[in-house]
């Protein structure tokens, strides 16, 4: 049974990078099918789409934080990883993995079917 | 790219019907038919209830069903158990490899 486990630290200053990784066990990243990405959800307010990766290093990303994401992969070690630049209070928040299915043979698709139970990452000095 | 709008609060009694609504525009809702809809206990993973506007994974009862009429996607939960009290966000595919999410929504079972 594949799971997701987010991992990284809790606290970072203002101004600086959020690295986050993201390891799965019972299953492989090398899915043909899968991207794999991450949502995030502030105190009290709902999910927002960061981005994602497929095991081939192709990504795609939220135009409105592109600038400031960096996703990346490594299939050795069956995770991935999220960078955020710049940081600021406005960046706090519980942050998800999750398994991503954009496109299947030829069939499109865009859904979230497994995921992580998040970690909550604070901005503050 | 504004997160579909959702109401913030339904609740039924136990097995009453509810119906949760995610209105979007044209360049996402109304454009693809791929909205999903996910379940959320706080501090636990969210889980996927519906896929491709009105699909059901392996595993979630059909009491869950899911449309789409125009711009709005809708969820509906019939025959409303104690179990379903949770929060639901809808999705939308956006164009371009984008998404976006809903408000959400917090289902309370009376």
């Known amino acids: 049974q594949l799971q997701l486990q987010e991992s990284g630290p809790g606290l970072v200053k203002p101004s600086e990078t959020l690295s986050l990784t993201c390891t799965i066990s019972g299953g492989s990243i090398n899915s043909g099918d899968y991207y794999w990405g991450w949502i995030r959800q502030p105190p009290g307010k709902g999910l927002e789409w960061i981005g994602s990766?497929?095991?081939?290093?192709?990504?795609y990303d939220n135009p409105s934080l592109k600038s400031r994401v960096t996703i990346s992969i490594d299939t050795s070690k069956n995770q991935f990883s999220l960078k955020l630049t710049s940081v600021t209070a406005a960046d706090t928040a519980v942050y998800y993995c999750?398994?991503?299915?954009?496109?299947?043979?030829?069939?499109?698709?865009?859904?979230?079917?497994?995921w992580g139970r998040g970690t909550l990452v604070t901005v503050s000095s | 790219q504004s997160a579909l709008t959702q109401p913030r609060s339904v609740s039924g009694s136990p097995g009453q019907s509810v119906t949760i609504s995610c209105t979007g525009t044209s360049s996402d809702v109304g454009g693809y038919n791929y909205v999903s809809w996910y379940q959320h206990h706080p501090g636990e993973a969210p889980k996927l209830m519906i896929y491709d506007v009105s699909k059901r994974p392996s595993g979630v009862p059909d009491r869950f069903s899911g449309s789409k009429s125009g711009n709005t996607a809708s969820l509906t939960i019939s025959g409303l158990q104690t179990e379903d009290e949770a929060d639901y966000y809808c999705?939308?595919?956006?164009?371009?490899?984008?998404?976006?999410f809903g408000t959400g929504t917090k289902v309370t079972v009376l």
């Open positions: 990766i497929h095991y081939s290093g192709s990504t």
């Open positions: 999750a398994r991503h299915l954009i496109v299947a043979t030829i069939t499109w698709h865009w859904y979230f079917d497994l």
């Open positions: 999705c939308s595919y956006a164009g371009r490899y984008t998404g976006v």
